[in-house]
């Protein structure tokens, strides 16, 4: 009976820790998150971009866990334009990140 129960248990503690893992798995990764950056930086809605935004840095740090709006990560970047606005981005230093099923990659909300 003891041995039933050590195995019960033993197979209940990898579940869930395989599950914990799936779920950590699921946030964007750095790259994704610099795709879905460039990409929010350039296409802002109802604003056509004259002058195109590119980051010359990209250091993904910490996401809290996830919301109904997505994920909360932080980030550390540096972005380069020659539009002179576009440093502002340089003081934005997190964002939600959503998964949009219809496009099919990780898309940033807009982060002001």
């Not at 946030?27 to 879905?36: I, L, N, V």
């Not at 990209?58 to 809290?64: G, I, L, N, R």
Request: proline share 7%.
């Amino acid at each position: 009976m003891r041995l039933k129960s050590f195995a019960l248990l033993a197979t209940l503690a990898s579940t869930i820790g395989v599950c914990g893992a799936a779920m950590a798995a699921d946030e964007p990764s750095e790259a994704q998150m610099k795709e879905a950056a460039l990409y929010a930086i350039n296409h802002p809605p109802g604003i056509v971009n004259s002058e195109p935004i590119t980051i010359k840095s990209f250091k993904k740090e910490a996401c809290d866990a996830p919301t109904p709006r997505g994920y909360n990560c932080g980030f550390d970047w540096q972005v380069a334009s020659s539009n002179s606005g576009a440093s502002m981005y340089n003081n934005i230093s997190n964002a939600f990140f959503y998964f949009d099923k219809d496009a099919g990659k990780w898309a940033m909300r807009p982060p002001f």
